[in-house]
């Protein structure tokens, strides 16, 4: 399985950028999938995932991410709206089958104060 990522950049604080990733399998053959960020020296963290028709979402970004898929073309998106500088990090797609988690590349997104 492979992902493609795309979309980071800069924005300043309040903007909004959106997140696309491309999975090379039929998103309904996934058992999961989502977005996770990671900040210099510290573990991934999940910022928006979609699971058996249902979604999630840490209380850090609840109301201002929202993850969606497009069955047609297998590809995620992450809309993140009203960005904080907290929000600066490098961001990576995930799809899951079984107990095999597939990255794609981190996009980096750079939010000025």
């Known amino acids: 399985v492979q992902l493609q990522a795309c979309g980071g950049g800069l924005v300043q604080t309040g903007g909004s950028l959106r997140l696309s990733c491309v999975i090379s399998?039929?998103?309904?053959?996934?058992?999961?999938v989502g977005w996770h960020r990671q900040y210099p020296g510290k573990q991934r963290e999940l910022v928006a995932g979609i699971s058996g028709g249902s979604t999630m979402y840490p209380d850090s970004v609840k109301g201002r991410f929202t993850i969606s898929r497009d069955n047609a073309r297998n590809t995620i998106y992450l809309e993140m709206n009203n960005l904080k500088p907290e929000d600066t990090a490098v961001y990576y797609c995930?799809?899951?089958?079984?107990?095999?988690?597939?990255w794609g590349r981190g996009t980096l997104v750079t939010v000025s104060s």
């Open positions: 995930n799809a899951r089958i079984g107990w095999d988690n597939y």
């Open positions: 399998r039929n998103i309904f053959s996934l058992n999961a």
